[in-house]
């Protein structure tokens, strides 16, 4: 396959696109056309794809920004004041990041910059406790819509445990709890990003204000706003993460990820043990042990090496002092003689 | 005038020429080959559990000029080869060609049998022995040290408990003080219950470890990155460069739970090296042992290790024989910007043959 067919490809896609009347054009028609893309070609070798699944990913981020643009232009055409269109868009993009950072939701696609830190912490999450996390939302109260599911699940797990699995139904409790708390957590730190995410978008309308303000080249390019948004955003989130509110928050998020781990490890051991298989616990004393003996063992080692070299040295002065009285007399005379002046 | 000027025409041209770049940059990932790392030939001379101590091997024809050998003591949290990541950016090659005999310690990547290795195992246990090695190796009583970032902070601590195995000292990109106000990472760790974490996971993992370094700066590292790259991969030897840091960055090995444990708490939470209570196994760790000549290199532009973070050993320790190296870049850059190969490796070979 060579360069020139994925020109080609894109070329006819362009064509085909501006054929269709603009009823019938799809809401994001460039992000869209990248997932038809790379549908259509197959990724580079197996090592590389993650990279190029990053790329697409961020690409299909700064295609975001060109189709929020083209559909401003598109519904403005006999309007095109480019700052009050876009002002408008950003505006837009402002409301809908109330809704669009939220697991699950129909998130305008050029939310997606502040969806990317949540989204890999999801992802983070999930790989350490095997839980689809993303899944879990509503367990939290999640949206606004859902204090009730939050309230009924908090009320089913406070019920006492009965009976004879009394012991199990509590550790079952306890890791649903915990999820709740992780959620509740998860829902807040969701939040706060709602608001860095506003807030970087008000950042990006003073920016153009103080530009326009000291007369400096208009943006004329898709890049160069995405760059500016990006810088904005940044600023916005360096600020942020430096409060005690976030250093707080971020804290109670990984400690309630932790404390669910933690419990989930608990419930496993105590199955893994009722079917007389090893448990972590038992792998943990047992490694434990283990590295304390090959500390001492080390140590011991070291102590044996010191005491070698020790004992080579004294050796070495037995033997000197072995050596006949005359002998050693004899060297020392000609040691003196060769240090005597001629 | 209007601070924004779109024209619809040049909105669609734009993302047509992306979409073209990106394909192209398909096509040169797809014909790349394997990506290689770690390219001065070298010599593993010491082996112990998952740790390799490496003898670099100097060029054709180029002695080592400086006798006495020196220990590059790395990070546990990212790989070794960022030092001799390419031919042309590798520091190890630099500090070859300022005449020193160079060595290294890989420390590998721990597993859940490396769970309760301890600061005392790495410090005490695994580093001394390197050095033992090489002072046997050489027939000397001490060596120089150059450690890197956390591989700084250990370095630092093992010259202050073992002062008489190091005759000269250099930190790079080290954090001495860890709660200088701009410590985004000291910010983070304030309110983490390091023990819960580390006994609800054991090892701590190499992914959230990348999540939180990803996290210093999310837009311009998860996102902008990514799409400014398009412009450069047609380029198969930028795109090369490209995917050797890509690799470095999330090649990122789990890190033993109880020396995380360790670290955390005595450095990060407790600041305990600059309040003079920081301790490793038995031994109590003062900045008044380091009495050999001090080398602290810093990065002016540094976002995971601020400058005052490292500048903070400036009068804190033993030596009357203390210099500063301020380099004008960042945390990586100091090790594989073409500015860093001319003024890095020179300056300490330089440094060193005055005190030889």
């Known amino acids: 396959m060579t360069n020139s067919v994925h020109g080609q490809w894109w070329d006819q896609w362009l064509r085909n696109w501006q054929a269709l009347a603009a009823p019938q054009r799809p809401e994001n028609p460039w992000a869209a056309a990248l997932d038809e893309w790379s549908r259509v070609f197959s990724p580079p070798t197996p090592s590389y794809a993650d990279v190029f699944a990053r790329m697409l990913a961020q690409g299909k981020s700064f295609f975001a920004f060109g189709d929020a643009l083209g559909q401003s ?8 004041d480019a700052q009050d269109l876009f002002l408008r868009s950003l ?16 998130a305008p696609a050029a939310s997606g910059l502040w969806q990317l830190p949540l989204e890999s912490w999801q992802h983070t999450a999930s790989t350490l406790t095997g839980m689809p996390m993303d899944a879990l939302h509503g367990a939290g109260g999640g949206t606004s819509t859902m204090p009730w599911m939050q309230q009924q699940l908090e009320r089913t797990l406070a019920t006492p445990g009965l009976g004879y699995t009394r012991e199990h139904q509590e550790q079952l409790q306890k890791l649903g709890s915990l999820i709740v708390a992780y959620q509740k957590t998860f829902n807040e730190y969701t939040l706060a990003y709602t608001k860095m995410g506003k807030r970087s978008i008000e950042r990006v309308k003073e920016r153009l204000n103080e530009r326009e303000a000291a007369g400096e080249a208009p943006i004329d390019s898709t890049k160069a706003l995405f ?8 600023e916005v989130y360096a600020d942020f993460v430096m409060s005690d509110d976030y250093v707080r928050l971020h804290g109670e998020l990984t400690n309630a990820l932790m404390a669910l781990k933690k419990q989930q490890r608990t419930i496993l051991d105590d199955s893994l043990e009722a079917m007389n298989l090893p448990t972590r616990r038992e792998m943990d004393t047992l490694l434990q042990r283990f590295h304390e003996t090959r500390r001492n ?4 080692q070291s102590e044996v090496r010191a005491l070698q070299t020790a004992q080579q040295a004294l050796q070495v002065q037995i033997a000197a002092l072995q050596k006949p009285p005359r002998a050693r007399k004899k060297r020392t005379t000609k040691a003196k003689a060769k240090k005597r002046p001629t | 005038m209007s601070p924004v000027q779109f024209r619809p025409d040049h909105v669609t041209k734009e993302m047509l020429d992306y979409a073209k770049k990106l394909g192209e940059g398909m096509e040169t990932l797809s014909n790349l080959g394997p990506i290689e790392t770690g390219v001065t030939p070298r010599d593993s001379v010491y082996e112990e559990d998952k740790l390799v101590l490496y003898r670099y091997r100097h060029p054709i024809r180029k002695r080592p000029r400086n006798p006495v050998p020196v220990l590059i003591v790395y990070a546990l949290v990212n790989r070794p080869y960022m030092t001799d990541l390419q031919e042309n950016r590798s520091l190890v090659r630099g500090l070859l060609d300022a005449g020193l005999d160079v060595y290294l310690i890989d420390w590998g990547y721990p597993d859940r049998a490396d769970r309760f290795l301890t600061l005392d195992d790495y410090i005490n246990g695994y580093m001394n022995r390197c050095v033992d090695v090489i002072c046997r190796q050489h027939q000397r009583e001490r060596i120089n040290v150059l450690g890197i970032c956390q591989g700084g902070t250990f370095s630092l601590c093992y010259a202050a408990i073992h002062p008489h195995k190091v005759n000269n000292l250099i930190t790079m990109v080290t954090p001495i003080d860890f709660q200088t106000p701009d410590n985004m990472l000291s910010r983070w760790a304030q309110q983490i219950d390091v023990d819960l974490a580390v006994d609800a996971i054991g090892n701590v993992p190499g992914e959230l470890l990348n999540w939180t370094f990803l996290t210093l700066k999310p837009f311009r590292l998860m996102t902008q990155k990514y799409v400014d790259t398009v412009d450069i991969l047609r380029d198969e030897k930028a795109a090369k460069n490209f995917m050797r840091m890509e690799k470095w ?9 109880e020396a995380f444990r360790e670290f955390v708490k005595q450095f990060f939470q407790q600041n305990c090296l600059i309040n003079g209570i920081a301790r490793i196994g038995e031994h109590e760790v003062k900045l008044d042992n380091l009495t050999m000549p001090v080398l602290n290199i810093y990065a002016s532009e540094d976002h995971l290790v601020p400058p005052a973070a490292s500048r903070a050993l400036k009068g804190r320790t033993g030596t009357q024989d203390y210099t500063e190296l301020a380099f004008s870049g960042g945390h990586i850059g100091i090790y594989v910007s073409a500015k860093a190969q001319k003024q890095v490796p020179p300056a300490i070979g330089a440094w060193l043959d005055e005190r030889t």
């Open chain 1, 297 to 300: 063992e080390k140590a011991l």
């Open chain 1, 91 to 106: 505006e837009n993009l402002k409301q809908g990041l109330d809704t669009s950072l939220w697991p699950g939701a129909a």
């Open chain 1, 73 to 80: 232009f598109a519904a403005h055409d006999k309007t095109p």
């Open chain 2, 249 to 257: 960055i999330f090649d990122s090995p789990d890190q033993a739970g």
């Open chain 1, 227 to 234: 760059d500016l948004w990006v810088d904005c955003s940044e």
